[in-house]
Nanobody, 123 residues
Framework: VQLQAFGGGLVQAGDSLRLSCVVSRRTSSNNGMGWFRQAPGKEREFVAAISWNGGRTTYADSVKGRHTISRDNAKNTVYLQMNSLKPEDTAVYYC?????????????????WGQGTQVTVSS
C-alpha cells in the first residue's frame, strides 16, 4: 500500500488549503484514515481521523472547527480542508492508513504512511 499526499504550500495566516492523499489500493476503503503533522523539533501529532465509511470523524482540539477531514472511497482519496490557517499550523503533514476501520489519535493505530507534504503559514 502506498500513500501520496499533496496540496501543501506557502500561504498567509487566514488562508485555506486542501490536502489530498491518494492511496494505491482499494483496500483502504475498509480502513480508517488519518492526518498527522510534525513541526521542526517536535513530535508527530494527531490532526484528524475518519472512519472507513466517513461516518465518524475525530479532530485535535487545535484544529477543531477550522479543519475538515473527508474521503471519497471511489477515488481512494482522503482530504483535509484547512481553513483559517495559523502560523502554528506550519508543519509537514502526513496521511496514514489505519490498521482497523475506525482510525485513531495515536500513531500506533496506523500501519501505512505517506511521504508528507509541507505546509507553511506566514504571519
Amino acid at each position: 500500500v502506498q500513500l501520496q499526499a499533496f496540496g501543501g504550500g506557502l500561504v498567509q495566516a487566514g488562508d485555506s488549503l486542501r490536502l489530498s492523499c491518494v492511496v494505491s489500493r482499494r483496500t483502504s476503503s475498509n480502513n480508517g484514515m488519518g492526518w498527522f503533522r510534525q513541526a521542526p523539533g517536535k513530535e508527530r501529532e494527531f490532526v484528524a481521523a475518519i472512519s472507513w465509511n466517513g461516518g465518524r470523524t475525530t479532530y485535535a482540539d487545535s484544529v477543531k472547527g477550522r479543519h475538515t477531514i473527508s474521503r471519497d472511497n471511489a477515488k481512494n482519496t482522503v482530504y483535509l480542508q484547512m481553513n483559517s490557517l495559523k502560523p502554528e499550523d506550519t508543519a509537514v503533514y502526513y496521511c496514514a492508513c489505519a490498521l482497523g476501520p475506525l482510525g485513531g489519535t495515536s500513531t500506533e493505530a496506523y500501519k501505512y504512511w505517506g511521504q508528507g507534504t509541507q505546509v507553511t503559514v506566514s504571519s
